[in-house]
């Protein structure tokens, strides 16, 4: 009996701990799209704030515009009244009869033309000379006897009307003409007034703004209070009501001064739901998530053993291996993608270890550079102390060039013993070839001319040091002799190469140029001998190259001609001084 109700009570614990587990599932995950539900609802109103603000930032936009147009049009129509001799040479008895004045009429209209198009063609310029009853437009003027349209009679109406006195007058007022409001100004002396007219439409046409299915409705609010808009007289009666609002939603107006014409308001309205259409959508894609989910939890747990646990042996066996057991592994996967990815793990070891091999290659070649650099600096510091008992022993017996050239000689060893991986600037790696250039004037004299070609901003640059002295030296020695006088330049200039900033450097001279055999070795890597002497400076300075800027540094080795002008070519990264 005891036996059997141990039974029962471990089949109601395994019973209890299921129920536990598919509700410690459950829960999470219906925690977890609730949350999801709140996220997308709430990103509803975010994009409804996001429409709202773009269309209020692109309504101050052409705000801006708008007010820029108008105080320049304010500023053209004062200098027209005032400074333009066409329409002051108007006279105010002007008539259809005086064909004399017919050629400055034209010159009129073609400035309103030009003005027109200058401010984008929605703005029509005028002048008007009261006396005449004259009224000149973009097309042609109209006198008192002339058939007018319907526009320009009413704004001929409404500008005698401000003139004599009879209507309030602001800087720009409007009328109604064949069914569309317009705005206008105008500016007079004398009798004669300049100005300017646009159509309610074409000005609110920068502010019908729509995004994510709400629109902008602009109108204007006059300084005595009257509003202007757009429309049959069934859509204004509509955007009333809109501006009354309700009880629970008050309507989102947005107002702008536009210079004097009056305030701008733009009423925000919703034309298509189309928010409440994500909603919709959202629950779908909700509910289709849920489905996606749970399908790939049911297949996860289907193929757990059959995909799962291979390649967690996989991972296990991978983390235990050691790297020459995995280059030589043969051993079969059993699956094909880890098959696969084995073979690419291979792959890669190999890779890594060829890596390895060519970093190691590499900084065997820097050190071996940096040895050669040491040797170097140790026989430079024995030179230096040798040059200042020079220098001392030339001042005790007054001999000035032995002394001249013991100083020029000492700042040149002593700029060649500093680290040569440190970059110096520009200017002081020319600094240090004129000091060599004037060491080595007093050997050749005047046999050749050393002149460098270069500007102040590229002078502030990082360089390599003894990068240029190697080239120059060698111009030097190879290409000077005492037959005849050699010109040796060094051209430095910032350009953009494969679409970075790089230093272009070139030192050319009129010498014998190189030699075929130079050349050959310098490509292949050699060093070159020189009357029975091993010159390694050229390859050692390739080396440095190679170490500091790698694959990004390009040198060329050519003649102006066969036998004629050697010239090097460098392009380098450029480096500016932090």
């Not at 042609?140 to 058939?147: A, C, K, L």
């Not at 004629?564 to 450029?574: K, M, T």
Request: glycine share 6%.
């Amino acid at each position: 009996m005891k036996k059997t109700d141990r039974k029962k009570k471990k089949r109601l614990r395994k019973s209890r701990s299921m129920v536990r587990s598919a509700m410690e599932l459950i829960v999470p995950v219906c925690v977890l799209f609730t949350i999801l539900l709140l996220f997308l609802f709430r990103n509803v109103g975010e994009a409804k704030e996001m429409a709202y603000r773009y269309m209020q930032d692109m309504a101050t936009v052409n705000a801006a515009r708008v007010n820029e147009d108008i105080s320049k049009i304010n500023s053209e129509m004062v200098y027209l009244i005032q400074q333009d001799k066409n329409i002051q040479g108007l006279p105010n008895d002007i008539t259809p009869q005086t064909t004399e004045y017919y050629k400055l009429l034209q010159d009129i209209i073609s400035l309103n033309k030009m003005l027109k198009i200058r401010y984008g063609g929605s703005y029509f310029f005028y002048e008007y000379v009261a006396a005449a009853e004259l009224l000149v437009l973009d097309k042609s003027p109209y006198f008192s006897v002339s058939v007018k349209s319907e526009v320009a009679l009413e704004l001929e109406n409404v500008i005698k009307g401000y003139l004599s006195g009879e209507r309030k007058r602001s800087e720009w007022n409007y009328f109604s003409a064949e069914d569309e409001e317009y705005l206008f100004c105008f500016y007079e002396t004398e009798g004669k007034a300049v100005g300017c007219i646009i159509a309610l439409g074409d000005l609110f046409s920068n502010f019908n703004i729509s995004n994510l299915g709400y629109e902008g409705i602009p109108y204007l609010l006059m300084d005595n209070g009257e509003i202007l808009m757009q429309g049959q007289e069934e859509d204004k009666q509509e955007t009333q009501i809109l501006l009354k609002g309700s009880r629970f939603r008050q309507p989102t107006v947005y107002s702008y001064q536009l210079g004097r014409i009056g305030q701008l308001n733009l009423l925000i309205a919703s034309n298509e739901g189309i928010l409440d259409k994500i909603i919709i959508l959202q629950l779908v894609n909700s509910i289709l998530a849920i489905s996606i989910i749970l399908g790939v939890g049911a297949i996860t747990f289907i193929y757990y053993k059959k995909i799962l646990a291979p390649m967690r042996q996989f991972v296990k066996k991978l983390s235990d291996s050691e790297e020459e057991k995995w280059i030589h592994d043969t051993e079969d996967q059993q699956i094909l993608e880890l098959e696969m990815a084995s073979a690419e793990f291979r792959q890669m070891m190999r890779q890594i270890q060829s890596l390895k091999i060519a970093i190691y290659e590499k900084e065997l070649m820097q050190s071996r550079t940096e040895l050669e650099y040491v040797q170097e600096q140790i026989n430079s510091h024995f030179y230096l102390n040798c040059i200042s008992v020079i220098h001392g022993m030339a001042e005790m017996h007054h001999a000035e060039d032995i002394v001249l050239m013991s100083e020029k000689l000492s700042d040149y060893v002593r700029y060649v013993v500093n680290d040569s991986y440190v970059l110096r600037e520009i200017k002081q790696e020319i600094a240090h070839i004129k000091d060599y250039i004037d060491i080595q004037k007093m050997r050749y004299e005047d046999f050749f001319h050393f002149e460098v070609i270069s500007d102040e901003e590229v002078e502030k640059c990082l360089i390599p040091p003894l990068v240029l002295q190697v080239f120059v030296e060698n111009a030097i020695n190879h290409g000077v002799n005492f037959e005849r006088q050699v010109e040796i330049t060094l051209y430095i200039v910032e350009e953009q190469y494969r679409g970075e900033d790089y230093i272009y450097i070139c030192i050319s001279d009129t010498g014998g140029g190189f030699t075929q055999e130079s050349l050959d070795k310098i490509k292949n890597g050699k060093s070159i001998e020189y009357n029975g002497r091993r010159h390694v400076g050229v390859q050692n300075t390739l080396k440095r190259l190679q170490i500091i800027y790698g694959d990004k540094a390009e040198i060329n080795f050519f003649n102006m001609s066969e036998n004629y002008g050697a010239v090097v070519e460098l392009r380098i990264p450029v480096f500016h001084p932090a």
